[in-house]
């Protein structure tokens, strides 16, 4: 197995490379998600990469075929064929282990209606495309193995739309965030690093937050997306705000740039959402007046 690569090496490679190099992309892609991937020598009858998950309570693996056809093209029916007619050899040898197994093939640049349509009982196909989506999001956010089954078990294509649906919690989460940040400001829409608000009761912030939210039309947030955001801004390894023993919050001195930093890879999405929330606050204020 080669060494992990960078996101951009094997982005530019699943883009561009055909054949046993367009396998070893697939297999450093999976790599970069976090699996153990066996590359399977190149002989007849049998398949080309063999993706495996220890870390769930349940473990699984993934038996892939991988095929990039030149643009305008698409990639094989025979995939299937082979990918059904190879399972049952690699649940003998590995399904001790992990006893829940996947078929998947992965192709660029797409898949023929035909394929989608045979392939839908139990096989599930991924575009090249989709998974360099999938490994720009893992890269900010860390999808776990069990993240990544579920992915798995809608059989079909794996679509752009499914993989949002694995990113749309952590998006809901940040914008959170970024409310709570945004009502404890003096000024909610100016510079973050202005004027922060004195202790503010947390019955009084949760009233904010709520109604910050309706007036910018941000429908779903929950009291519990609330609590969350207030308990990741609050622990020690952000400090990005303070609690009291009375219930009460505030902004810490941090710098708002060391606040995006603390976020990780994350902090450039919550610092977009601050600041389209705070520009959508000011819009809606200057044409009440």
Same mark, same amino acid.
């Given at each position: 197995?080669?060494?992990?690569?960078?996101?951009?090496?094997?982005?530019?490679?699943?883009?561009?490379?055909?054949?046993?190099?367009?396998?070893?992309? +697939?297999?450093?892609?999976?790599?970069?998600?976090?699996?153990?991937?066996?590359? @399977?020598?190149e002989?007849?009858a049998?398949?080309?990469?063999?993706?495996?998950?220890? !870390?769930?309570?349940?473990?699984?693996?993934?038996? @892939?075929?991988?095929?990039?056809?030149?643009?305008?093209?698409? +990639?094989?029916?025979?995939?299937?064929?082979?990918i059904?007619?190879?399972?049952?050899?690699?649940?003998?040898?590995?399904?001790?282990?992990l006893?829940?197994?996947?078929? !998947?093939?992965?192709?660029?640049?797409?898949?023929?209606?035909?394929?989608?349509?045979?392939?839908?009982?139990?096989?599930? !196909?991924?575009?090249?495309?989709?998974?360099?989506?999938?490994?720009?999001?893992?890269?900010?956010?860390?999808?776990?193995?069990?993240?990544?089954?579920?992915?798995?078990?809608?059989?079909?294509?794996?679509?752009?739309?499914?993989?949002?649906? !694995?990113?749309?919690?952590?998006?809901?989460?940040?914008?959170?965030?970024?409310?709570?940040?945004?009502?404890?400001?003096?000024?909610p829409?100016?510079n973050?690093?202005?004027?922060?608000?004195?202790?503010?009761? @947390?019955?009084?912030?949760f009233?904010? +937050?709520?109604?910050?939210?309706?007036?910018?039309?941000?429908?779903?947030?929950?009291?519990?997306?609330?609590?969350?955001a207030?308990?990741?801004?609050?622990?020690?390894?952000?400090?990005?705000m303070?609690?009291?023993?009375?219930?009460?919050?505030?902004?810490?001195? @941090?710098?708002f740039?060391?606040?995006?930093?603390?976020?990780g890879?994350?902090?450039?999405?919550?610092?977009?959402?601050?600041?389209?929330?705070?520009?959508?606050s000011?819009?809606k204020?200057?044409?009440?007046?």
């Open positions: 197995m080669s060494l992990k690569k960078s996101l951009e090496d094997i982005t530019r490679r699943l883009k561009s490379d055909c054949g046993l190099d367009f396998e070893i992309a +697939v297999a450093d892609a999976f790599s970069f998600l976090g699996f153990d991937v066996e590359i @399977i020598p002989t007849q049998e398949s080309d990469l063999i993706v495996k998950a220890f !870390l769930p309570q349940k473990p699984y693996f993934v038996i @892939i075929e991988c095929n990039a056809v030149r643009e305008g093209e698409f +990639v094989s029916y025979q995939k299937l064929g082979q059904r007619g190879n399972a049952p050899k690699y649940f003998i040898k590995y399904g001790k282990e006893p829940t197994y996947y078929k !998947l093939i992965v192709g660029r640049p797409a898949f023929s209606k035909d394929m989608k349509k045979h392939a839908f009982e139990d096989v599930i !196909l991924l575009s090249a495309d989709v998974l360099m989506k999938m490994l720009e999001f893992h890269n900010i956010f860390q999808f776990s193995q069990d993240e990544l089954r579920s992915t798995f078990e809608k059989r079909g294509e794996i679509t752009a739309e499914k993989v949002d649906e !694995l990113v749309d919690p952590y998006l809901k989460h940040l914008k959170t965030c970024a409310l709570v940040f945004m009502s404890l400001l003096e000024e829409t100016s973050p690093d202005k004027r922060k608000k004195e202790w503010v009761h @947390i019955q009084n912030l009233g904010s +937050v709520t109604s910050l939210s309706w007036f910018l039309n941000i429908s779903d947030i929950t009291t519990e997306d609330i609590i969350n207030i308990t990741e801004l609050s622990s020690p390894l952000r400090r990005i303070n609690l009291s023993h009375d219930e009460r919050a505030r902004l810490t001195s @941090i710098s740039e060391v606040v995006v930093e603390k976020m890879r994350q902090g450039v999405m919550f610092r977009e959402f601050l600041s389209d929330f705070q520009a959508k000011k819009s204020q200057s044409i009440k007046q």
